[in-house]
């Protein structure tokens, strides 16, 4: 069993970066879309990255709930094989329109992927240790996105910036093959048992309608989703944009510049690893803080103040003179901050409601996080190209300072003890 369980989690791993990769396929193609495709814009390339968020919202939140009544394995395979399709056609658009509507498209296949994944590893892994498996899965998509900008410099160096597409879609349709063939929903033991035992009252309670409405109804849920959407549009802004600012501010070349990036991507997979461990380590060391209903507020406005500082740094310091070690420096600092935050911010939505409305918060948090992700792509842009690239880092800061401030609401409950819906203990 345990064997297996290594084998299964090892797929599952290296389906998740190959579908990381795939989203991330487009925006770390975009220097080379602009400079070769001979009729894509800074405006166009902001339109598709907003067709991708809105679409990949809506499709991982009705995922979560289709997860529940379909093969996982099947919806993970399906994620990977038609996340690949569209990586492949992608070089055959010829229209800034035929490719928003080809990433809509893969804004709802990705939605499939992260849904499945967590069913998944609920089936293969006890409670107790399910909090680090799912920070080490999250973290894939980390390492995939940090080696991915290093690699496309580097293909697009040899055949141009259409090889990079049929290169991850070759990948993505060859892992969504393997999934199949090795990956299960469930141990055999579990898919044994499942016809003779009822469901928990708290997982059967969940598919009706009152976990969502008593959702909607929490305020402090809202507040989460609004602290969500705020770090997806910083982390969509400065993932997404970044290789094009330093190109065009700092005036680095295209390597150097990917290289940069890719430290981000490093910073996020140390952040999503350690700050999830360090938000647990805050609960062990002060155990009255279980039993309120905002535990991880300390982390997590100790996260937002640093992030706030670091965004204020890159209109101050980066230029054509600072140094690489700097930049790398800072970009890798923002990853790890915000991946972090994402991670903290999660387990905080979740933690503000009770059992049966987890799932149903997480997944409303979800959908409202891509409101944030719409506004880095195509409004951004247009603040770039309207006023300057210091204006739109100036925002990303009003930005950060207003998680500062919700932040310092969560601290509030935190402090006034009231009583937590969940008793769960987070790994």
Known sequence: ??????????????????????????????PYLLQDSGFLTTENIGMISSCFATSYGVSKFLSSVLSDHTSATFMLSLCVGLSGLCCCLFPLAGSARLLCALWFVQGITQGLGWPACAKIL?????????????SVLSSSGNASSALLPVLLAYFHSL????????????????????????????PESALN???????????????GPAGLLGVLYSFNVWLACALYALLAGVK???????????????????????????????GGIFGNLSLGYLSDLIITRWPQAEQTKAPRAPALLG???????????????????SSHL??????????????????TVSLLTIGLVPDNQSGSAHGLASLVAQGGAFMAGWPFSRLVEGTSWKVAHQLLVVASATMV???????????????????????
């Open 1 to 30: 069993m345990p064997e297996r369980r290594w084998v299964v989690f090892s797929t599952m791993f290296a389906a998740w970066s190959t579908i990381y990769m795939c989203r991330r396929s487009f925006t770390s193609s975009i």
């Open 326 to 343: 700097w930049l790398s420096f800072l970009w890798f600092s923002t990853g790890f901050l915000v991946e972090g935050g994402i991670s």
């Open 122 to 134: 609920r089936e293969w892994y006890p409670r107790s240790q399910l909090g680090r498996w799912w």
């Open 193 to 207: 048992r499942e016809q003779q035992l009822p469901l928990p009252a708290t997982e059967s309670s969940h598919q």
């Open 303 to 321: 996260i937002t103040i640093l992030l706030t500082v670091a965004l204020e740094l890159f209109p101050l310091t980066v230029s054509e003179g």
């Open 236 to 266: 969509g802004a400065t993932g997404d944009w970044g290789q094009l600012y330093l190109m065009q501010e700092a005036h680095r070349p295209e390597t150097i510049a990917a290289a940069s990036i890719t430290t981000m991507h490093i």
């Open 405 to 427: 401030a919700i932040s310092s609401y969560f601290m509030m409950l935190l402090f006034k003890g009231l009583p937590s819906h969940t008793t769960r203990k987070f790994d």
């Open 159 to 186: 055949a141009g910036w259409q090889f990079n597409f049929y290169v991850i879609g070759a990948v993505a349709l060859a892992m969504s093959a393997v999934v199949l063939m090795i990956v299960k929903d469930a």
